[in-house]
């Protein structure tokens, strides 16, 4: 359980070092660049990746190309969505993306759905809609800027859509692995040419950032492989405590730590997130 729990706690402080970021003068987009450096090293260390067995002529590059596009410029956007939005709105728009693999497999590749999932796929809706709220008079809470919405809409199409091209890798036969290792690879030569080509200079602080963001974002993903490996006979164990459980946590940190200020509508839009969740769980 305690492996569990160290991979909700990563994807949460990866949204509370965001979080933090301006406020202590760093620069993000160098931040994720230098992530994903941590992130190539480690998954060498601990992963051992073997990169030539995607050389093989039915490898799935193109799946690859477009997650080494999507995972920086997604990882932007849940920097702004938290700056925006706050770590409680983010991290629930985020899980929520759960829901897009499971429409595309309904609408796009025709499979029929359950009950519980179409139950699952209309509280998710229903909470996505309070999460992008603007709240009323007298809440308290500042209005929803189109900037706001267009960050929270785009982390979650962003990660669903992530969710659906690490599905297809697996579908393929791709090691994990070495997938991962060239998918962090490519990610970080892109966000380093687009920072050569800005030609910022580089903060010493935000390299040292960099680095925790890296090992916090690859921690949650090793955590949550590793948490699967330790419960092979319940994967709904892993599925719900890792969505509910980061959602739990942000809320506390969001609205406890930082003061996030929310609607009721909001707070409605939370438990329907995790009444989602609980209604979409392997069975």
Known sequence: MLILLASIACSVAVSVLLKLARQHNIDVTQAIAINYAMAVALCLFLLKPQPASLLRPDAPWPVLLTLGVLLPTIFVAMAGAVRHAGI????????????????AAFLIFGETLSGSKLLGLALALAALFCLLAKPGRGSGAPGRSLATIGFLLAVWVGYGVIDILFKQLAKSGASFASSLFVTFSLAGLLTLAYLLARRRPWRTRSLLAGLLLGLLNFGNIYFYIRAHQVFPANPTLVFSAMNIGVISLGTLIGAGLFRERLSWVNGAGIALAIAAIVALMPR
Not at 91 to 102: E, G, H, M, N
């Open 88 to 103: 409680v709105l983010s991290d629930a728009a985020q899980r929520l993306s759960l829901v897009i693999p499971l429409a």
